[in-house]
T-cell receptor, first 119, second 116 residues
Framework: GAVVSQHPSWVICKSGTSVKIECRSLDFQATTMFWYRQFPKQSLMLMATSNEGSKATYEQGVEKDKFLINHASLTLSTLTVTSAHPEDSSFYIC???????????????FGSGTQLSVL | AQKITQTQPGMFVQEKEAVTLDCTYDTSDPSYGLFWYKQPSSGEMIFLIYQGSYDQQNATEGRYSLNFQKARKSANLVISASQLGDSAMYFCAMRERGGSNYKLTFGKGTLLTVNP
């Protein structure tokens, strides 16, 4: 099955620094990638949708200047948390949709997530 | 209004027994898809089963089956012969046709604990 690789799995950083999280589709071309945020014991909340080669579409309430998303190629999307603060500490998870997916299956493939802790 | 409602924050089941996890949804889109994902403590989201709104048969995938009742807008997940490894968070999700970005909306999840 399709594989989405997300790195790093864990990151601890100081307040005020920036952190980059990578999401790669390993065996398919991801035309669309989604970034979610999940607080402990909560649901996944969609932050933004990125299409290859175009600007990301952010959900209401998500600061686009804080959460920079780049989808420069069909296999890579990055989320950069700029000037991170303790309230940005969360679990971030990406998912991808590719051209090659069987339409009737219509499932998204998820990365393994990144736990961000901002001190 | 919530689009996906999972009313069971936590469920317990004995090993080898069946368990039903509830999910109701709200949409006016005639074309939609319903998904169940499993999230173990490690965090990854594992796809379990998919049901399309036009599918006539209830979806099944091994020990997982989806009890799809369209008129009631419910899509309950049934896990048969529970195993200890089934202990995890389970999320119901919906994709609506409207919009080109194929967004998934998730419910709040149900924490399933399988007891030996």
């Amino acid at each position: 099955g399709a594989v989405v690789s997300q790195h790093p799995s864990w990151v601890i950083c100081k307040s005020g620094t920036s952190v980059k999280i990578e999401c790669r589709s390993l065996d398919f071309q991801a035309t669309t990638m989604f970034w979610y945020r999940q607080f402990p014991k909560q649901s996944l909340m969609l932050m933004a949708t990125s299409n290859e080669g175009s600007k990301a579409t952010y959900e209401q309430g998500v600061e686009k200047d804080k959460f920079l998303i780049n989808h420069a190629s069909l296999t890579l999307s990055t989320l950069t948390v700029t000037s991170a603060h303790p309230e940005d500490s969360s679990f971030y998870i990406c998912s991808a949709r590719g051209r090659s997916l069987i339409a009737t299956n219509e499932k998204l493939f998820f990365g393994s997530g990144t736990q961000l802790s901002v001190l | 209004a919530q689009k996906i409602t999972q009313t069971q924050p936590g469920m317990f089941v004995q090993e080898k027994e069946a368990v039903t996890l509830d999910c109701t949804y709200d949409t006016s889109d005639p074309s939609y898809g319903l998904f169940w994902y499993k999230q173990p403590s490690s965090g990854e989201m594992i796809f379990l089963i998919y049901q399309g709104s036009y599918d006539q048969q209830n979806a099944t995938e091994g020990r997982y089956s989806l009890n799809f009742q369209k008129a009631r807008k419910s899509a309950n997940l049934v896990i048969s012969a529970s195993q200890l490894g089934d202990s995890a968070m389970y999320f119901c999700a919906m994709r609506e046709r409207g919009g080109s970005n194929y967004k998934l909306t998730f419910g709040k999840g149900t924490l399933l604990t399988v007891n030996p």
